[in-house]
C-alpha cells in the first residue's frame, strides 16, 4: 500500500524556516517524481515544487523560487521542502503528492499544516 | 505560466442530478488535464487523468472529455458520497490548478 507521511509542520514567525518532510513507503521511491503541493486555510490548491526521481532536475512556482528548496533522500525513502523566509501567505496546509508517469499526481499524504505568525 | 479557469465556483444537485464542471486553459494543454475529488479534512483523491482515463478505483458515473483548451468532468447520478470539492489539473507545463468547485446537495 502507498503511504506518505508528512511531519515538520508548526507555527512559525515571519523570516524564519521550517523544514518539511515526507516519508514514503509501499513502492520504489526511487523511480518517481515527487511534488509539494499546499493549500491555504479555506482556499484552493496550489502546486509548490516538484522534483525529479533522481533529484537531478527542481521546478518551483514563482512565488517561492528563492526560499523554498525541495530535495529527496532515495536511501531513506524521503521527499524534503526546506522552507526559509516564511511570510504570512505560505500559511497553509502542506502535502506530498507522487508524481505518475504522464505528470499527474495519484497518491497524496495527509497534510502537514504550517502556520506564519507572529 | 498556464492559467485555468474553472466554473462554476458552486454547484447545487439532488441525488442521481447530472452535474458537469468546465475548467478552460489559458492555452492548449494536449489534454493533459487530471480531476481531484477533495472532502473537509481530507487529501485530495485523483478520479481521472489525461482527460478521460478513469484512475483505478474510480466508479464510472464520472467521466472527462475536452481537447485544446477545454475540458470538463461529470458525475451522472450523483450520490451523496460525491458531496466533496473538486478541482482540474493541467500538467502540460508545469502545473496548474483550477479554483475549485463545490457540490452541495440542493
Known amino acids: 500500500e502507498v503511504q506518505l507521511v508528512e511531519s515538520g509542520g508548526g507555527l512559525v514567525q515571519p523570516g524564519r524556516s521550517l523544514k518539511l518532510s515526507c516519508a514514503a513507503s509501499g513502492f520504489t521511491f526511487s523511480d518517481y517524481n515527487m511534488a509539494w503541493v499546499r493549500q491555504a486555510p479555506k482556499k484552493g490548491l496550489e502546486w509548490v515544487a516538484t522534483?525529479?526521481?533522481?533529484?537531478?532536475?527542481?521546478y518551483y512556482r514563482d512565488s517561492v523560487k528563492g526560499r523554498f528548496t525541495i530535495s529527496r533522500d532515495n536511501a531513506k525513502s524521503t521527499l524534503y521542502l526546506q522552507m526559509d523566509s516564511l511570510r504570512s501567505e505560505d500559511t497553509a496546509t502542506y502535502y506530498c503528492a507522487r508524481h505518475v508517469g504522464d505528470g499527474s499526481a495519484d497518491y497524496w499524504g495527509q497534510g502537514v499544516m504550517v502556520t506564519v505568525s507572529s | 505560466d498556464i492559467q485555468m479557469t474553472q466554473s462554476p465556483p458552486s454547484l447545487s444537485a439532488s441525488l442521481g442530478d447530472k452535474v458537469t464542471i468546465t475548467c478552460q486553459a489559458s492555452?492548449?494543454?494536449?489534454?493533459?488535464i487530471a480531476w481531484y475529488q477533495q472532502k473537509p479534512g481530507k487529501a485530495p483523491r485523483q478520479l481521472i487523468r489525461?482527460?478521460?482515463t478513469l484512475v483505478s478505483g474510480t466508479p464510472s458515473r464520472f467521466s472527462g472529455s475536452g481537447s485544446g483548451r477545454d475540458y470538463s468532468f461529470s458525475i451522472s447520478n450523483v450520490e451523496s458520497e460525491d458531496i466533496a470539492s473538486y478541482y482540474c489539473l493541467q500538467y502540460d507545463n508545469l502545473y496548474t490548478f483550477g479554483a475549485g468547485t463545490k457540490l452541495e446537495l440542493k
Open positions: 489525461y482527460t478521460s
Open positions: 492555452q492548449n494543454i494536449n489534454k493533459y
Open positions: 522534483i525529479s526521481y533522481d533529484g537531478s532536475s527542481t
